[in-house]
């Protein structure tokens, strides 16, 4: 059973950090390429950071410079980090896993920046 398990969300003021962390379970983590995708009220997921097997990443541009994502095999966890937040960087953040042909979901964590 393939389990994705975010944590880290909450309420930060504009500016402010925050820290995600996704344990993975139920796959071979090394293998797979991990992203973090939001979603805000009434709009789209998108995605936010990737990491593929083997530690290149992308951005979306609205990130840049400001969030970097991570992993660690030896502990099955992917991590963003998000500095200089913004109030439209609220949303929900999922975890993501994919190899060609399967992928699986993380539950999501609420991420709100307001002052």
């Known amino acids: 059973q393939v389990q994705l398990v975010e944590s880290g969300g909450g309420l930060v003021q504009p500016g402010g950090s925050l820290r995600l962390s996704c344990a993975a379970s139920g796959i071979i983590f090394s293998i797979y390429a991990m992203g973090w995708y939001r979603q805000a009220p009434g709009k789209q997921r998108e995605l936010v950071a990737r990491?593929?097997?083997?530690?290149?990443?992308n951005y979306a541009d609205s990130v840049k410079g400001r969030f970097t994502i991570s992993r660690d095999n030896a502990k099955n966890t992917v991590y963003l980090q998000m500095n200089s937040l913004k109030p439209e960087d609220t949303a929900v953040y999922y975890c993501?896993?994919?190899?060609?042909?399967?992928?699986?979901w993380g539950q999501g964590t609420q991420v709100t920046v307001s002052s």
């Open positions: 990491i593929s097997s083997g530690g290149r990443t």
């Open positions: 993501h896993a994919a190899l060609p042909g399967r992928d699986y």
